[in-house]
């Protein structure tokens, strides 16, 4: 335990064997507590030195393995509320505080800063769509507060960036910053980005269950504009001695680079962090300030990227990110139209 007035709590999580949820089993274990994993055993391996109990939460009695079972801290980071629902009826009863890692995805608008949310799916939807992700944390929100009162924590994460990402939207930035070059960069340099880093965030979910803390935050770092947000990361590539020279950032056109087959914030072909103006102009402008009075630790970029390159020392295969050849063919078609429109030095 890293403080010795924290006692040693039996901490449930549900989930645990991949990123966010086993950074939080392991954090937990590693400050002395007596942790327990549940999932399916599908997606990953438990920490070591926690228990792990294997459930299915999508089967008729898949989780009576731990019904009945008392534990004074339970973390979920589920999506659907058909699968919170019955955990919600196994154990919160005897849970003494309840997490649930929801989204800030649950917020109905993403142009302007707004506290709509999204209208909740049915309570027993098990509705897997993407479309329905916000809403369904929605309603996954409600039956945690319904249930647990003021013994439960909502969080409303923004992007989580860190070692462990299955869906990684930070890495191509630092891989590619680190080959240097000219690299394309997307739209305003100006224009805000988020994200929390998992380390912080499972500390903060941690500390906040161990102290009671009840209520709803938005869990995110302070904005900064996405040129900082490059040059930060190449200012932590060559403090770190991983670079010698600077890389040179082209800034194209938010349009131009859609038009080119690049794709916004996520999955193939796409430049992570990046989204598109005015539609998304609410996105990187989330409040840190309530999480951040709350307990919250943000690392700095510079420590971000440290943890995230040493944890990838075997270049990974990233789901986001573009080739070196489109980027390439994107670059080209920019300057070509630059020069089109370019006034020949003689006229000038
Ligand atoms: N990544 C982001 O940038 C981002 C942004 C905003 C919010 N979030 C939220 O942050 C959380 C991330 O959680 P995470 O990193 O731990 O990843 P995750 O993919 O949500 O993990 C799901 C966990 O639940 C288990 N599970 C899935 N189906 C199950 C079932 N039917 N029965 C029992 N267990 C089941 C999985 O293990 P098995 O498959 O082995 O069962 C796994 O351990 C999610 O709530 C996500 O919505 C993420």
Redesign the pocket.
Known sequence: MTDSNVQRKRVLV?????????EIARLAAERGHEVTV???????AAPEGVEFVR????EAG?VDALRGREFDAVFD???LPG?VGPVLDALAEGAGHWSF?????AYARHDVVSDELHEPTAPDSVDPALERYGAS?VACENLVRERLGDRALVSR????VGPG???DRLGYWPLRLAEGGEVLAPGDPERPVQWIDVADYAAWLLDAAEAGLSGTFDVIGEPVGMGAFLEGIADALAGAGIIAERPSLTWVEQEFVSKHGVNHWAGPQSLGLWVPSPEYDGFGARPSAPAVAAGLRLSPLADTIKRWWEANTEAPQLIAGITREKEGAVLGAWHDRTRRFAVPQAEA
């Not at 549940?38 to 990953?44: E, H, L, N, P």
């Open positions: 549900l989930g645990g064997t991949v990123y966010l949820s086993r549940a999932a399916r055993g599908t997606s990953g459930i299915d939460r999508a898949g980071v589920a999506r699968l890692v929801s989204s800030i995805s944390k994460p923004g992007l989580i990402d299955p869906n």
